[in-house]
């Protein structure tokens, strides 16, 4: 039976494994290798472990000082609803001319202030003064034909009287009586149609004669001249519409303010109610106002319903003019000597806890909320009672709850020596 020979590397190796079973270097290694696996993991736990100890140590105990903070107040909540409107004056009128004719004079300009039926302008006055001339005449020319119907009255009576007399004594027949009759009727009959016709020809001469008066365009009422759009030599023409001359304003130191209330704001708005206005030529001034009417028809612009609220001004000092653009922000509720909490309080949660929200409008008086104040350095929470908003403080009830308090608005975590808001903080176990 030959024997194989085995490679030399063959050999060496098991040559090399009899020594290492040999000498135990092979359990020596495997000792080793758990031993330095058991080693990392015990360091990973002991890192993690101080890091959290660490990070508990650091949220759960922070002090006061590592906190954003703010204090209960006590003072006046205005509950106000906001809109945009728009400046008018009280009575601004459009003048006219009911006639068509040519500008002959223009008596005011922009700004001037006039009186009740003092003349603006002048139409040139020829035709009108024709027409009426005409009219006149025609009138005169009815009277006379007046005074010639009683005449012919008259003398139809006398004969139709005698006629009446001859025929009772048989001296005149029955036809001449009949006859005398009918001319006696006849000559009533005009003098009535005389008196008719004077009657239309003085209605012609009275419109021929207002027409004229026309010509001549007065002020309705005292105020002030905003426009004025005719110059003298301008034509008129009035025979579909009304041409507009100037626009009258009755007086610029008392006005209206037309603001558009939105329809879910509708139901906080009543009659006298105050309010407070700004103007972009004063931005940093309120002028104050007061709620007089209610228009109930509702206007929609781009689906949005709105209704026109009209506030009156005092303008005394002739600061805003008509047509300027005016953000109204109107007191619908006020509360005195309330607990105020800022809004951002409010919206204060540790992590780990259900965020709450805070009040942006009028809520509920008995919406529970809490806020967050501190107790040996940890957040401790409060339940409040939720009332009014203004959209920056917010009434509060609850037991207690006094001016002064502080409350946690945010946390601060430190980094490097640096510190930087946080959105909240964990909640510590109980």
Known sequence: MSVKPQPIEQFRHHQDTDIAQTLGLDDVKRDRKRVKGWGIIAIVGVLVVSIGLMVRNQILNLRPSEFETVEIQRGSLN?????????????????????????ETVDVGYNDRVKLDQILATLNTDEPKAKALRSEAALESEQAKLQVAKATLVETRLKFQRTQELAAKALAPAQDLDNAKAAYLRAQAEVTSAKAQIALAGATLNADQTNLAKAVIHSPIDGIVLARKVEPGQTVAASFQTPVLFTLAEDLTRMVLHANIDEANMAQIKEGQNATFAVDAYPNRKFPAKIISIRNTPQTVEGIVTYETLLSVDNSELLVRPGMTATVDITTRMVEDAILVPNKALRFSPRGTDEAAAPDAALSTDRKQLIWTLQDGRPVPITVTVGLSDGHNTEVLAEGLKPGLTLLVNGVRSDKGKSSPTDGLPQRDN
């Open 79 to 103: 509950v106000t609803v906001a809109a945009t409107g728009t400046l008018k004056p009280i009575n601004q009128v459009d003048v006219g001319s009911e006639l068509s004719g040519t500008i």
